[in-house]
Nanobody, 121 residues
Framework: QVQLVESGGGLVQAGGSLRLSCAAS????????MAWFRQAPGKEREFVAV???????TSSDSVKGRFTISRDNAKNTVYLQMNSLKPEDTAVYYC???????????????WGQGTQVTVSS
């Protein structure tokens, strides 16, 4: 059974930082591209960042320079370091796995349950 379990969300003030974690099991983690998406109430799910099995990475324009995605294959875990948080970053954050590099949520095979991030102004 594939499981992706996010953690690390919470309530922070604008300008603060959080680090999200996603612990994976049930598949060959090191062979998969991992990504973060987010969804705010009433809005579509949005791409945030992606990292390949080779640790190439990219992020959306809205978070570039503030968020960093990384992975630790020994721990089967992907991270999202979130700095300089803004109220617009408030959303449920999901991690996801796919066999190849993609920014499209429809391509992803496995999903976590999500973790809430709330940024106050």
């Amino acid at each position: 059974q594939v499981q992706l379990v996010e953690s690390g969300g919470g309530l922070v003030q604008a300008g603060g930082s959080l680090r999200l974690s996603c612990a994976a099991s049930g598949y060959t983690f090191s062979s998969y591209t991992m990504a973060w998406f987010r969804q705010a109430p009433g809005k579509e799910r949005e791409f945030v960042a992606v990292i390949s099995r080779y640790r190439s990475s990219t992020s959306s324009d809205s978070v570039k320079g503030r968020f960093t995605i990384s992975r630790d294959n020994a721990k089967n875990t992907v991270y999202l370091q979130m700095n300089s948080l803004k109220p617009e970053d408030t959303a449920v954050y999901y991690c996801a796995a796919h066999v190849s590099y993609s920014r499209n949520d429809a391509d992803y095979d496995y999903w976590g349950q999500g973790t809430q991030v709330t940024v106050s102004s």
